[in-house]
């Protein structure tokens, strides 16, 4: 069945660094726009970052542009968010999201926990 599983959550002090990944399947990745999104206590969940098929063209919220960066091995069937210097307001649960517009298909993972602490 269709999986995603996010790794790579945890406790990091303001301006630390962390990496989570999201490994794909039950479905054929590569053909997949990946997107990461993360939702905040009593927010709404939003759009982080997200990568092209091919990983040719990346896009980035506001608030994480310059630090945070997306990529994909579709050999792996991985997505990956690089996060750097990390502050208190990016703590929220991460999600990992496949999108197929040719198919208006859509996949979630079931997230992953950030907290950024002194």
């Known amino acids: 069945q269709v999986q995603l599983v996010e790794s790579g959550g945890g406790l990091v002090q303001p301006w630390g660094s962390l990496r989570l990944s999201c490994k794909g399947a039950?479905?054929?990745?590569?053909?997949?726009?990946m997107k990461w999104y993360r939702q905040a206590p009593g927010k709404e969940r939003e759009f982080v970052a997200g990568?092209?098929?091919?990983?040719?063209?990346?896009n980035y919220a506001e608030s994480v542009k310059g630090r945070f960066t997306i990529s994909r091995d579709n050999v792996m069937s991985t997505v990956s968010l690089q996060m750097n210097s990390l502050k208190e307001e990016d703590t929220a649960v991460y999600y990992c999201?496949?999108?197929?517009?040719?198919?208006?298909?859509?996949?979630w993972g079931s997230g992953t926990q950030i907290t950024v602490s002194s």
């Open positions: 990568v092209t098929i091919d990983g040719g063209r990346k």
């Open positions: 039950g479905f054929t990745f590569r053909y997949y726009v």
């Open positions: 999201k496949a999108e197929s517009q040719e198919t208006n298909t859509e996949y």
